[in-house]
């Protein structure tokens, strides 16, 4: 029998996060948590990007790789997970969640040049 | 019927593209230094990327899980990206050498100054990886690098001593003249497994896999390519291998050029054998060209969470397209230095096997977790093979380094 609770490390943390199309849109970076001690923990939203991703490297190669990649982050609320298997399936498109990859540079170069848009 | 001629054809696919210069570089020399010794390294390895090749492309089927997403899961972040790093500079190297080694081949074919010929290798990969779909890459390069089999036929040819050939299949150690030389043979059992367990090949199959739309309907066939393809491929290595010691040991020679190996098919075919091998090697380094290329940006992608795959129109998957042509630019200006091919690929294959424990570890948990995996988790036998496998790899990693400063790269 399944267990009946969720362990965040291994089964949200570092998983692949796919729209309500199942086009991938990153991974779980990090968790947002809210409470404190002697309250309750909940999960707020799940955060996607490289600087939430830096955050868990050591300084120099946290500071590293911000230069490199960027520091965007997304923070998406948890109630807009919808299901959770090995994807990280959410309730929205990736546009809507601002996650698409039209947001990204390497887009800007890639749809220009012939036959990008087509299969 | 379908099914079939797709299983035959991937098959074939598979064994066309098991060598490539590395291997081609490490085969020819282990036979020009040993004689046929070590045939059984080649037979280890053989079976070594079969176990962890098929649990690849199983994972693939039954999750559609690739390799990069089991090693961020499994290893976490931080030693994932350490992984990531390790395995694209490794698919770079092992890129550039490819390049390198397709404007030597173009350079026997059709002549030419070598800068401009690695250009035009340039120009011709990136036209057949933007305009070929996955499916068609596949095929031309696997199919084609089939004509790299007027090696096994020149082997036969060159009639060897099938008595020892069989005897060198078990483990045994050569007569050698000074006990230094022993540790040219370690450096050499370590880089010939290296050659043929290239990490790159369990990244670009299971990432081809999910390209290809497989499910776990697909497992026997993935299991059935596999074996045989990866078995054929091999016997093409030992072919490369016992030309090598029937050429070049008797005569001392050590052959250090990839075009160096066209001379068994030259002495047993004559012109025709030459242009079969030559297109061959063309389509083989291509082939292994693209899918190192390609391997680095399923990597990145698959580790950040990108979309990605041939099978997506490249808007849809800008920063994969962007790295995988990146990696062919950076590749490109690695080898227009004038940096020796060959030395590039003895480095790679070095910094292969030290990431290799990091790549087959995550695998393994994931194919033996019931939950997971459900009926198609690891059997007994596949699990004991893959622990033997991981530990035999864990050793190769450990001693590859100190080798190869040991031995000045397997010179002596």
New interface residues.
Partial sequence: MKPDYLEMARQVLDRQVVDANNVPCGKVDDLQLEGGAGKQLRIIAILIGHGAAADRLPELAKLILRKVMGKRTVSVPWKEVTVITNRIKLGKTARELKLDESRSAAFKIISALPGAWKK | MKKYLEVFLSILTAMGGFVEIGELVFTVNAGAKFGYSLLWVVLLGTVGIIVYGEMAGRIAAV???PVF?LI??RN???L??GTLIAANIVCLLTCAAEIGGLALVLKLLVGGPYRLLVLGALLFLLWAV??LSFQAIERVFGLLGLLMLVFVFSAIYLHPDWTQVGRSLLPNLPHVESPRDYLVYAYFCVALMSSIMLPYETYFYSSGAIEDGWNPSDVTMNRIIVVIGFSLGAVLAGALLLMGAQLFLPTQIEPQLPGSAVLGPVVTFGKWGLVLALVGMFFAFGGAAIENALSGAYNL?Q??????GK?????????F??SWIVIFLLATLIIITGVDPVQVVEYSIIAAVVILPLTYFPMLLVARDKE?MGPHVNGRFAGALAWFYLLLITLAAISAIPLLIITHGGEG
């Fill in positions: 999750n559609q899980d997403y961020r899961e976490g972040y931080a994932g990206l933007w305009f992608a580790f950040f969470g990108w979309p990605w099978f997506r129109p490249p808007k849809d998957a800008a920063r397209s962007l997971y």
